[in-house]
Nanobody, 129 residues
Framework: QVHVVESGGGLVQAGGSLRLSCTVSGLEFDNYSMGWFRQAPGKEREAVSCISSASLRTRYTDSVQGRFTISRDNSKNTLYLQMNSLKPEDTAMYYC??????????????????????WGQGTQVTVSS
């Protein structure tokens, strides 16, 4: 069974930075595309960024392009999201998820897992103005 643990969230002022981490167990991490997703209160979960298994391809939603950087360390089964120049509208619960077998990073971001997916507990990011 796949298990993910997200960490690194917190309260920061606008313009600040945070680095999120996601440690994964229960699958061959280096065989799967991974993604970061977020859900703000009253809104649907959205894809933030996705990365292919060997880090050759990355994808970002328009609102974070140029500010966020996704990366992974396959030797540590860990996914990262470096978030710079944070804005109040980045405030949300952030989750990570693995793609299904054979699913590309592009497809993972285009069609995020459904709400009844076995999501982790997430990590809260709050950006004050």
């Amino acid at each position: 069974q796949v298990h993910v643990v997200e960490s690194g969230g917190g309260l920061v002022q606008a313009g600040g930075s945070l680095r999120l981490s996601c440690t994964v167990s229960g699958l061959e991490f280096d065989n799967y595309s991974m993604g970061w997703f977020r859900q703000a209160p009253g809104k649907e979960r959205e894809a933030v960024s996705c990365i292919s298994s060997a880090s050759l391809r990355t994808r970002y939603t328009d609102s974070v392009q140029g500010r966020f950087t996704i990366s992974r360390d396959n030797s540590k089964n860990t996914l990262y999201l470096q978030m710079n120049s944070l804005k109040p509208e980045d405030t949300a619960m952030y989750y990570c998820a693995a793609a299904g077998a054979g699913v590309s990073s592009g497809s993972l971001c285009s069609r995020p897992p459904p709400s009844n997916f076995d999501w982790g507990q997430g990590t809260q990011v709050t950006v004050s103005s």
